[in-house]
């Protein structure tokens, strides 16, 4: 094995246990491993491309907060283990997400912790890419999209107007039998959990149902655009078992307004529960601030 190889395995471990016991310049390590700059230079390239250390503005070197299981100490709840690996990852990157931390996913210890190649993880890591949320970095890797509380603030208020723009370009539609049918079956679909149930059954659809009614381009391109991310934080949060309870609710509430044709009472519902039904993200957002 080459020096410079030697050495950057030796850092890399170091840094991936938080435990760097040598100071990142060049002088220091290069005292430290008693050789020249050159391996250093070549360890320290590696590195780079790994995604464990960064180079600042002022060309001083950083470590990269990296991938661990479970850092987030604020969960509200917890979520069950699942036997899909690409679902374990998307619930753990979702919690580092909620963390607020920019934080690297190394490939080597996830793929090693969910028994996965590094080609099959890479394949789940771009489909999360592709859903917003995890960014890819060309020579540094995989970053989690940390979630901020002042971002979905302003998708939700974006969020608003669009929806309930939907709403009224759908209401010549939202008249028929179809339509009928189609909006009780999703009323069905939202059940609260009775005594023999541990989990209320929700269903988010009606969102979507309102959009594919208006047909509108430009309200379709916004969601496809900033509505993924979201919608994972929203589906996770959704497994919160009086977030899920009150969406019920509100749907039900929704609903029976829109099958009245009682489109103002509609709207005012459907603002009511576009703003108010993320209690678990913002109480996270609120144990962040104070950590």
Do not use: C
Not at 3 to 18: K, V
Not at 121 to 143: K, T
């Amino acid at each position: 094995m080459k020096l410079s190889s030697r050495i950057q395995n030796d850092l890399g471990s170091q840094l991936m246990n938080n435990s760097l016991s040598v100071p990142l310049t060049m002088d220091g390590l290069s005292q430290h491993y008693g050789v020249s700059y050159t391996p250093i230079r070549q360890a320290l390239d590696g590195l780079i491309e790994d995604g464990l250390i960064r180079k600042k503005e002022n060309g001083r070197l950083e470590p990269i907060e990296i991938f661990k299981p479970y850092p987030y100490d604020g969960r509200s709840f917890e979520i069950e283990d699942s036997p899909d690996p690409s679902i374990a990852i998307t619930r753990e990157l979702i919690e580092l997400s909620l963390s607020g931390k920019e934080i690297f996913v190394r490939e080597e210890i996830t793929a090693r912790k969910h028994g996965l190649s590094r080609s099959s993880l890479r394949q789940i890591l771009q489909r999360l890419a592709g859903e917003g949320l995890v960014l890819h970095l060309p020579r540094r890797g995989w970053q989690v999209k940390p979630f901020r509380q002042m971002e979905m603030d302003a998708f939700i208020e974006i969020r608003e107007v669009m929806e309930l723009k939907a709403l009224e370009l759908a209401k010549g539609k939202l008249t028929t039998p179809e339509s009928h049918l189609k909006l009780m079956k999703i009323r069905d679909n939202n059940q609260l959990p009775e005594e023999n149930k541990e989990r209320a059954q929700i269903d988010n659809s009606l969102h979507a149902y309102l959009i594919d009614l208006a047909d509108n381009p430009y309200i379709n391109d916004f969601f496809d655009r900033h509505g993924n991310f979201f919608n994972i934080l929203f589906e996770w949060e959704g497994e919160n078992d009086n977030a899920a309870n009150e969406a019920i609710i509100q749907h039900h509430e929704i609903i029976d307004a829109l099958l009245a044709k009682n489109w103002a009472l509609a709207k005012k519902r459907l603002s009511h529960h576009l703003h108010y039904n993320h209690p678990v993200l913002s109480n996270l957002n609120k144990q962040n601030h104070r950590s």
